[in-house]
């Protein structure tokens, strides 16, 4: 079964400095890979996706992840934290039914 | 171009009551999935309909049901609610189902619900 599991429930770092959310997944066959982020009383919003076209991945907002098979990791990186990043952030892996399994979400903070 | 809409955006219920909870999918999509959030938790699978037909189920009890329209909008029908039916639900929107498992699918703001 496909499943997601992230490392961090809560990060905090200081604006101008680089984030990274840690996502390891599960899948008995090449998965399909998403970030979602999620502010305050908000639906949900894709920031990037994974489809097996390249390993290096970049989304919205300067965000990037890297798909790593030997580590099954799928980590979600920013050089330089902006405030307005502050929100809750998911990485999901899509089954091949096309039903999304959410991580549980890691709170970013962004300190001034 | 007209994403993902929901209504209503908050509810109040009490125990034993019925809801139902609508979704209009985003323009040019034809599948629509239902998720539970509970607070401070992501997002449950609920089930998923296409061509007006259920098609995937998550883990839940038949008191959830749903519909899908011709136009392809959506209600999410929850029967005999308890005080744990309170959440936010999500409608998600994407074009197919089953092989292309590369599409993402696109969210609605969602609906509170809360149970007295």
């Known amino acids: 079964a496909q499943s997601v599991t992230q490392l961090d429930s809560h990060v905090s770092v200081s604006e101008g400095t680089p984030v990274l959310l840690r996502c390891n997944y599960s899948s008995s066959y090449s998965p399909s890979l998403f970030w979602y982020v999620q502010h305050p009383n908000k639906g949900l919003q894709l920031l990037l996706k994974y489809t097996s076209a390249a390993t290096l991945v970049k989304g919205i907002n300067g965000f990037e992840a890297e798909f790593k098979k030997s580590e099954t990791s799928f980590h979600l990186t920013k050089p330089s934290a902006h405030m307005s990043d502050a929100a809750e952030y998911f990485c999901?892996?899509?089954?091949?039914?096309?039903?999304?399994?959410f991580g549980a979400g890691t709170r970013l903070t962004v300190k001034p | 171009d007209a994403g993902v809409t929901q209504s209503p955006t908050h509810l109040i219920k009490t125990r034993g009551q019925q809801v139902t909870l609508r979704c209009s999918p985003k323009?040019?999509?034809?599948?629509v999935s239902w998720y539970q959030q509970a607070l401070g938790q992501g997002p449950q699978f609920i089930f998923q309909y296409y061509e007006e037909e259920e098609r995937q189920r998550g883990n839940f009890p038949d008191r959830f049901s749903g519909h899908q329209f011709p136009n392809y909008s959506s209600e999410l029908n929850v029967n005999a609610l308890l005080l744990g039916d309170s959440a936010l639900y999500l409608c998600?929107?994407?074009?197919?189902?089953?092989?292309?498992?590369?599409?993402?699918?696109?969210f609605g703001d969602g609906t509170r619900l809360s149970i007295l």
């Open positions: 323009s040019g999509h034809d599948t």
């Open positions: 998600a929107s994407s074009l197919g189902i089953g092989t292309d498992s590369n599409q993402p699918q696109h």
């Open positions: 999901v892996v899509n089954t091949y039914r096309n039903d999304m399994r």
